[in-house]
């Protein structure tokens, strides 16, 4: 099982580059997509859900192009879009039978499974609710769910977590790992925590260009010895934040305590602090900038 993206491009009017010369291998896993917005996350995952069409480049699943052939990846494909939507009143068994029934299952296995889903979503206490009168996150569950109607061997999720708790999110995330064993999952997600805690690989995306794709461990590395901590005044932060390349702020009694991206020790009361995944991720794509002369 491989899908292979090979020197996609995507144009838009105004002579727009959503995505410019990207290739990436794809294994079994789960690939975290990170990138600031606008990066070109959703407009590659449209194009490999075979709703968009590259502009130049090519996509193949198991070595057939999905272009030409895009019944070879959509009956093995699950996807949740970032502007998902749903039938306001219809509710949660009957959206997702409808949608089952799209997809082609047999009608006593689709209701076993969506029975199922709902409990993995934690919304069997309102199966009978109009979608309508869903919160934010409580749609999003659905939305969810419908992704893994028919078991997909490709699952596309973009931005699946906005709207959930920090208790759903967690159980989404649990959610994916258990799902990851034999097929490809594809998350995009601007909660940089989501990708550590779920990717086994994490590609990294800026202005519709691929930065790095690696083991979340090995991006780690590339900013090992170069965060620091220290403490300053509150009154400082604004002089602090021209001066440094600053990850994060956490105040205490004290003042301030940032955290630094620097390749030296930026002050002398600076202490070094073990890297983290928005670490890596800010360091890159400022490594990326600096490098366009930015």
């Known amino acids: 099982m491989k899908l292979s993206i090979d020197r996609i491009s995507k144009k838009y009017k105004g002579d727009v580059w959503g995505l410019k010369d990207f290739s990436l291998d794809i294994n079994p896993g789960i690939l975290g997509l990170l990138g600031p917005n606008g990066a070109g996350k959703s407009t590659l995952m449209r194009i490999i859900a075979t709703i968009s069409r590259p502009t130049e480049g090519r996509i193949t699943w198991n070595d057939v192009d999905i272009a030409r052939k895009p019944n070879s990846v959509r009956t093995v494909l699950g996807y949740l879009p970032q502007d998902f939507g749903i039938y306001p009143h219809l509710n949660p068994v009957e959206f997702l039978t409808y949608l ?88 995009s997600s601007h909660i940089v925590s989501d990708i550590e805690a779920a990717a086994t690989d994490i590609a990294i995306i800026n202005r519709g260009r691929l930065l790095d794709h690696t083991a979340p461990e090995n991006l780690l590395g590339q900013v090992a010895g170069k965060v620091w901590e220290m403490t300053i005044p509150s009154s400082e932060l604004q002089n602090a934040r021209q001066k ?26 600076a202490l070094p602090a073990a890297p983290s995944m928005e670490d890596a991720y800010l360091y890159i794509l400022a490594e990326n900038r600096n490098g366009n002369g930015q």
């Open 100 to 187: 089952a029934a799209a997809k082609g299952l047999e009608s006593r296995a689709a209701r076993k499974q969506i029975n199922h889903l709902l409990e993995i979503v934690n919304l069997v206490d309102h199966r009978r609710r109009p979608l309508g009168g869903f919160s934010g996150g409580m749609k999003q569950r659905v939305g969810i769910a419908q992704a893994l109607l028919g078991n997909p061997l490709l699952l596309i999720v973009d931005e699946p977590t906005a709207g959930l708790d920090p208790e759903e999110r967690v159980r989404f995330r649990n959610l994916l790992a258990e799902l990851s064993g034999e097929r490809i999952v594809i998350l």
């Open 244 to 269: 440094y390349h600053i990850s994060s702020t956490i105040r205490n009694s004290r003042g301030i305590r940032i955290r630094i991206i620097s390749d030296g020790s930026p002050d002398e009361t």
